[in-house]
């Protein structure tokens, strides 16, 4: 993986960090809108790691492809990219 492993790891530790309060908001009995925007804060840091780690994978593993890859491999990364739209689009 291309991405800056640093910036990712931060970004994942500390949505595990809120995902460990909302565990124990729930077993607290919290008022439901506290959990449901630490839910909210938790699945934004992880879009936001997602979306770098994408963009490391757009710029190095699919760019080799296209610029120096055979057409199987030019095929088969812009495939992956279909693939996962699809994903992000459900």
């Not at 959990?35 to 804060?41: F, K, N, T």
Request: proline letters at 0%; one cysteine or more.
């Amino acid at each position: 993986m291309q991405a800056d492993h640093a910036k990712i790891l931060q970004l994942v530790k500390t949505a595990r960090g809120q995902l460990d309060g909302v565990v124990k908001m729930v077993e607290d009995d919290r008022y439901c809108l506290d959990v449901s925007q630490q839910l909210m804060a938790a699945q934004s840091l992880i879009a936001k790691a997602n979306v770098a780690v994408l963009k490391a994978h757009m710029e190095s593993c699919v760019r080799q492809a296209m610029e120096s890859g055979t057409q199987e491999e030019k095929e088969q990364k812009l495939a992956e990219v279909e693939a996962l739209l699809e994903k992000l689009a459900r």
